[in-house]
Each structure stands twice: as structure tokens, then as C-alpha cells.
């Protein structure tokens, strides 16, 4: 029976997940329609306005992408199907790039950024850096958008290194999930 309640709990997840993606999906398709309905209809009638429409069809087509490589990656992953392409970095210059990536994207949207790396130097780790800096999008992305509107948005960063291990922490003063979310 608990296995059974499990298997039909992780498909409820899954289903909630695909109906989350295809919501999302919804907004940059809506853009990409309105500005080509746009172009269409000659309301862009400088070379300058059409260059912005573009410009904004572009971005909306990029975020579909980025919506639609997470679902297949979901998909993989319950296959069982994805190859991890680890390479030995060094966590420090990675996680200060991330930083500097971070903090210029919160820039733009008035957040706070705080970063705290206090890993040893040189530490090597392997790691899917491509595959990790998504997952760090993700969770950046998550945070701006359940940010509270009483309060200025902040995320921190942070990282130590621990005997064989790095840990590594995000956190955010978002409102966070609600409590039927949690399980």
C-alpha cells in the first residue's frame, strides 16, 4: 500500500510539473504571438520598432528553450537516460563566476546579493558545470518570482568546503513554499 501510495504520489508530482511547464510555456508564447501579430499588422513601422520586436521575439523563443530542455531533461531522468558530463574544476572560480552572473542579473531588478565563499583554495570537485549553473538559474528564478512584495528581494550564496565535500547554499527572503507544497 505505501508503495503503491508513493508510485501514485510521484505521478501527481510529475503531472503537476508538466501542467507547471506548459503554463509557463504559455507567457513567452503569448509575447512571440503578440509581437509577430505586430510585425503583421505594419504597427512596426520603423526599423528601429521592428528591431525591438525581434529583439523581444527572440528572448520569448529562448526562454521557451530553456523551458522545454528542462522538461527534457525531466524526462531523461525518469527514463534513467542522463549522462552527467563531469569535469574536475575548481569550485572557487566556478562558484565566482556564477556570483558575478548572479549579481548582474539581481542588479537589474533591484535585489540584494550577498556572496560568501570560504572554501580552501584550490579545491577540485567534479562537476556537470552546465547541468549546475541550470540548477542555480532555477533556483534564482524561483526566488525572484516568490518574492515577497513587502520587502526588498535578497538572495545569498554560499559556499565551504567540508573534509571531502563542498556545500554549497542558496537562500532567499521569499515567502518560500506553502506548507500542502512541502511534502
Sequence with gaps: KESLNEKNQIERTRKEMIAGVAHDLRTPLTSVKGYVEGLKDGIANTPEKQKRYLDTIYSSTCDMEKLLDELLTVSR?????????LEPINITDFLDDCADEISLTLEKINFDFEYNNSCEKGVIVNLDTDRFSRVIQNIISNSIK???????????????????????????NGIGPDTASIP
Excluded at 531522468?77 to 558530463?85: C, R, T, V, W
Excluded at 526588498?152 to 559556499?159: D, F, N, P, Y
Aim: charged share 25%.
Design 77 to 85: 531522468l525518469e527514463l534513467g537516460s542522463i549522462d552527467l558530463d
Design 146 to 172: 516568490y518574492t515577497s512584495p513587502e520587502r526588498k528581494g535578497k538572495i545569498v550564496l554560499s559556499a565551504q568546503s567540508y573534509q571531502k565535500s563542498v556545500i554549497i547554499s542558496l537562500s532567499d
